[in-house]
């Protein structure tokens, strides 16, 4: 007796839904800029890029790290889900990035989804920009800290390192 089995995977992405995780994303994004960790500038820019990048299905985490003029380094993660696994929508913020040590840098790194349909018009976009393509992505131990979501769709933003 032979058997068949189809799996079928259903992405709960739309614009409407990207839009709005990534309101929550950019609250955190003008919290930076409130602390003086980044500009305001950089924080519309990093907004505009994976705002088209979840627009093409191609972003799959996007890192923010943070590095200490004594060299500590610790991150938060935001890993796209459209696959219906993140129900819970929270409020932006949480950290006193007021409280990181002066002179902090921060870097944006962008991981793309291999096959996506989009990755090359993203890579295209970011290279226009003048954004490097050789990131990489801080490890460490890591839990969840917040969820974004709007209907099924959404992000998990992960802490990363040692966070004070």
Known sequence: MASTFTTTEASTFTEARARAV????????????NAGLISAARAEEWHDVLL???????VDLFQVAFTSPAGQQWALNFQVRDDGSVTTDQRPG???YAGFPEGTTVRM????????RGRQKVLDHMKERGWGMNGTILTGDAYVDRQYSQNNYG????????WK
Do not use: C, P, S, W
């Not at 990534?22 to 800029?33: I, R, S």
């Open 22 to 33: 990534m309101v929550k994303v950019f609250g955190d994004f003008t919290a930076m800029k």
């Open 52 to 58: 088209f990048g979840l627009y093409q299905e191609a």
């Open 94 to 96: 949480g950290i006193n």
């Open 109 to 116: 790194t962008v991981q793309l989804r291999l096959h996506a």
């Open 155 to 162: 992000l998990t933003r992960t802490k990363v390192g040692e």
